[in-house]
């Protein structure tokens, strides 16, 4: 069974860092591009950052380039989230996603919420 | 505000056919797979539709959608009051180099 599991979300203030973690079964990880998706409070899904299975290519959404860096470690089969000079509207429910051959993104992660807040 | 543009709500009532709209650009939906997912409060999305027009394993057939230039459409034919969520449009943009998600449609089974 396919499972995607987000830890480290948490309170942090404004400027601060968090670091999120997104432990992957289920699946041969080494296979698959990845993705982070957010969705603050009452607000639609953003896309924010993925990564294919080899790091080749990383992209980011532009109202975290230079902040975030997304990673993975294909040996943990973990994909993470390096947030840095966190704002208030980082503040969001983030996800991680699997993101099949066909560019679909079939499993999700069941979230982990961020605040920022002084 | 979304690059891809979706009505924010849509309602109907049971049996009836609802169509949810998302207009975009050349550079995402012109030339990009469209996808759609249904989401509940408080739980993920889930992937409704792939690749314009091709649904998931267990995705009934009363979901289907299709794409014509730089628009897309999802279409729920017999409407029950379990389809009431929020539904989102997504595609790559390849000028910008990032997914795109509308802005969501919320909809009400009356």
């Known amino acids: 069974e396919v499972q995607l599991v987000e830890s480290g979300g948490g309170l942090v203030k404004p400027g601060g860092s968090l670091r999120l973690s997104c432990a992957a079964s289920g699946f041969t990880f080494t296979s698959y591009t990845m993705n982070w998706v957010r969705q603050a409070p009452g607000k639609g899904l953003e896309w924010v950052s993925s990564i294919s299975y080899n790091n080749r290519y990383i992209y980011y959404a532009a109202p975290v380039k230079g902040r975030f860096t997304v990673s993975r470690d294909n040996a943990e089969n973990s994909l993470y989230l390096q947030m840095n000079s966190l704002r208030a509207e980082d503040t969001a429910v983030y996800y991680c996603a699997r993101e099949d051959s066909l560019e679909n993104f079939d499993y999700w992660g069941q979230g982990s919420l961020v605040t920022v807040s002084s | 505000q979304s690059v891809l543009t979706q009505p924010p709500s849509a309602s109907g009532t049971p049996g009836q056919r609802v169509t949810i709209s998302c207009s975009g650009s050349s550079s995402n939906i012109g030339r990009n797979y469209v996808f759609w997912f249904q989401q509940f409060p408080g739980t993920a999305p889930k992937l409704l539709t792939y690749?314009?027009?091709q649904r998931p394993s267990g995705v009934p057939d009363r979901f289907s959608a299709s794409k014509s230039g730089t628009s897309a459409s999802l279409a729920i034919s017999g409407l029950r009051s379990e389809d009431e969520a929020d539904y989102y449009c997504?595609?790559?943009?390849?000028?910008?180099?990032?997914?795109?998600f509308g802005g969501g449609t919320k909809l009400t089974v009356l």
């Open positions: 690749r314009n027009d």
């Open positions: 997504a595609a790559w943009d390849s000028s910008l180099n990032v997914r795109l």
